[in-house]
């Protein structure tokens, strides 16, 4: 019904940027709070960060000054722009989306996961 699909991830040096995205497809009637998380090797998954329908943000405090969430509401995408990447940022870094299908029917749904390595 729909389906989260994250591309941008990969191998970058410690000091290095990447941009992660989530784009959205499916039944959508809107679109509510979107997020990032991470599952670090050996870690629980934690809250990156989040924004919601009017643009309002949230941060990890590791990650405040480094990281921007944004969002294209014309095509469904949330992406998470990493700068001064630290090795212990590596991690499957997942999506997930508050979708309304309908006025009465809604879910949470995540994305598949993409790899960040920082590593030199």
């Known amino acids: 019904q729909v389906q989260l699909v994250e591309s941008g991830g990969g191998l970058v040096q410690p000091g290095g940027s990447l941009r992660l995205s989530c784009a959205a497809s499916g039944s959508i009637l809107s679109i509510n709070n979107m997020a990032w998380h991470r599952q670090g090797p050996g870690k629980q998954r934690e809250l990156v960060a989040v924004?919601?329908?009017?643009?309002?943000?949230y941060y990890l405090d590791s990650v405040k000054g480094r990281f921007t969430i944004s969002r294209d509401n014309a095509k469904n995408t949330v992406y998470l722009q990493m700068n001064s990447l630290k090795p212990e940022d590596t991690a499957v870094y997942y999506c997930n989306a508050h979708i309304e299908h309908s006025p009465q029917a809604g879910g949470l749904y995540w994305g598949q996961g993409t790899q960040v390595t920082v590593s030199s």
């Open positions: 924004i919601n329908s009017g643009g309002s943000t």
